[in-house]
T-cell receptor, first 112, second 112 residues
Framework: QQQVKQSPQSLIVQKGGISIINCAYE??????FPWYQQFPGKGPALLIA?????SEKKEGRFTISFNKSAKQFSLHIMDSQPGDSATYFC???????????FGKGTKLTVNP | DAGVTQSPTHLIKTRGQQVTLRCSPK?????VSWYQQALGQGPQFIFQ???????QRGNFPDRFSGHQFPNYSSELNVNALLLGDSALYLC???????????FGPGTRLTVT
């Protein structure tokens, strides 16, 4: 049973455009939703995270939007740059568990 | 401030052999988790160690075992290796009181 569904599987965006990656979860006990960025041959790097008590969190060009009633959250990358080309993973965690459940990833390509 | 470190970087083993992977957590972190990432997939939780004890375990067989040392470093042991164990093995650390998990660069294990 896949508890976190991520889409799209791959995404191609032009430089300066907006990249949007979506995730949906099933377990209403999840209370922490991080996004990780992974470059080939490297470990995932924590990018930004949100708790369900807020609907949006922004850090620089990266924004998480969270819809608790729909059990969905998304990552928006504004002014996308070629250096943003990587695989992005959404994840979810249940309080007291600290066991991250990951989506299958989105491979983002930003063309110059 | 050193991040999470893992050794070795790459490893090639034969079916049936045993392997030990090592992890040093980020400074100030006391909890270590291990994840398996198959090619093209998101990381999957193996188990978590805190206070030298296994606190949580994912859906992995007993062939996977671990240890945490008094200095918070950790080892992952896999016995009776199968071809399907070929993956990137990731270590993540955090402070017990925090949700934020930081990943190391991983150990690429190839089983032939």
């Amino acid at each position: 049973q896949q508890q976190v569904k991520q889409s799209p599987q791959s995404l191609i965006v032009q430089k300066g455009g907006i990249s949007i990656i979506n995730c949906a979860y099933e377990n209403t006990a999840f209370d922490y939703f991080p996004w990780y960025q992974q470059f080939p041959g490297k470990g995932p790097a924590l990018l930004i995270a949100i708790r369900p008590d807020v609907s949006e969190k922004k850090e620089g060009r990266f924004t998480i939007s969270f819809n608790k009633s729909a059990k969905q959250f998304s990552l928006h990358i504004m002014d996308s740059q070629p250096g943003d080309s990587a695989t992005y993973f959404c994840a979810a965690d249940q309080g007291g568990s600290e066991k991250l459940v990951f989506g299958k990833g989105t491979k983002l390509t930003v063309n110059p | 401030d050193a991040g999470v470190t893992q050794s070795p970087t790459h490893l090639i083993k034969t079916r049936g052999q045993q392997v030990t992977l090592r992890c040093s957590p980020k400074s100030g972190h006391d909890t270590v988790s291990w994840y398996q990432q198959a090619l093209g997939q998101g990381p999957q939780f193996i188990f978590q160690y805190y206070e030298e004890e296994e606190r949580q375990r994912g859906n992995f067989p007993d062939r996977f075992s671990g240890h945490q040392f008094p200095n918070y470093s950790s080892e992952l042991n896999v016995n009776a290796l199968l071809l399907g164990d070929s993956a990137l093995y990731l270590c993540a650390s955090r402070r017990q009181a925090s949700y934020e998990q930081y990943f190391g660069p991983g150990t690429r294990l190839t089983v032939t």
